[in-house]
């Protein structure tokens, strides 16, 4: 297997032992988005503000990576065209239960539902590989924490911006690497691996990341993650950082997120 297959095989794992971003929405919060009151989350802690995605009803949006039925949801219920993509089969499963749930339509191709009803469209693809929409498919992608699974960022920035229409959205969730070099296994008070965290290019890294079942992650620098916006051509409209939202680093306030909204 690629690093990509082993990844999403390990976040199935994860979901089925309650991992905490591949618990979905209940229903009554559900309901609530369908009256306007919603939140969502790139990052673990500061919600998304309301303005970055302006009026979201029949708006084409992607949620690249965001499988797991919280945040599509929100989507559907403010009346967006809604898209999820994701490789892993337990994150998809999540999003198609909510929507037997919920009582709005399932479509699992590259294909828009004809009926005015409520609808998302579940497709599972690797965002490692071209993405499977036309260019200028979508008006907002919404892409939280997650290409910390992705060794070579600037693909995913590129395909971003192709399948992105003219003056359409990008938000991101981006690791700042400080996670990465903390020690996972107890209490993030000792200083324990240098960066760049890549088991690509270390034996040991990656043994023990399959021995942990911590899936193969890597680090992204500045350069990488906001840099590589800027050379795909988007343009840095706003940016807020976030927390782990529990833990040492937490506690103490150190930042270990950024979320972006840029501009096409």
């Known amino acids: 297997m690629n690093y990509a297959e082993i990844n999403s095989k390990v976040i199935d794992s994860w979901v089925k032992d309650g991992w905490e971003w591949g618990k979905p929405i209940n229903l009554d919060t559900y309901k609530n988005a369908l009256n306007g009151n919603w939140n969502v989350f790139l990052t673990p802690t500061k919600p998304v503000p309301h303005e970055w995605f302006g ?4 708006k084409k949006i992607l949620g690249l990576a965001s499988g797991g039925a919280q945040q599509m949801p929100i989507f559907v219920a403010a009346g967006a065209d809604a898209t999820v993509l994701d490789y892993s089969d337990a994150q998809l499963k999540s999003e198609e239960d909510f929507a037997n749930l919920a009582g709005y339509t399932i479509t699992k191709e590259n294909t828009r539902h004809s009926s005015t009803l409520p609808n ?15 260019d200028e498919s979508f008006e907002i992608i919404f892409h939280p924490v997650s290409n910390c699974y992705v060794e070579d960022v600037y693909s995913i920035w590129k395909e971003c911006y192709r399948i992105l229409k003219k003056g359409g959205i990008l938000l991101s969730g981006l690791d700042n690497g400080i996670n990465f070099i903390v020690d996972m296994d107890e209490d993030e008070t000792k200083i324990t691996q240098k960066l760049p965290f890549n088991p690509m290019n270390d034996i040991e890294l990656y043994e023990k ?5 911590w899936g193969i992650q890597f680090s992204h620098t500045i350069e990488e993650q906001i ?6 051509g988007f343009k840095l409209a706003d940016i807020y950082s ?3 939202g529990l833990g040492y680093l937490h506690d103490l306030n150190i930042a270990t997120f950024y979320a972006t909204k840029s501009i096409k």
């Open 227 to 232: 840099g590589g916006q800027l050379k795909a």
């Open 120 to 134: 998302i469209n579940i497709i599972k693809a690797d965002m490692t590989q071209r993405l499977p929409f036309s």
């Open 209 to 213: 990341s399959i021995k942990n079942n």
């Open 55 to 58: 009026n979201l009803k029949g």
């Open 242 to 244: 976030d927390t782990n």
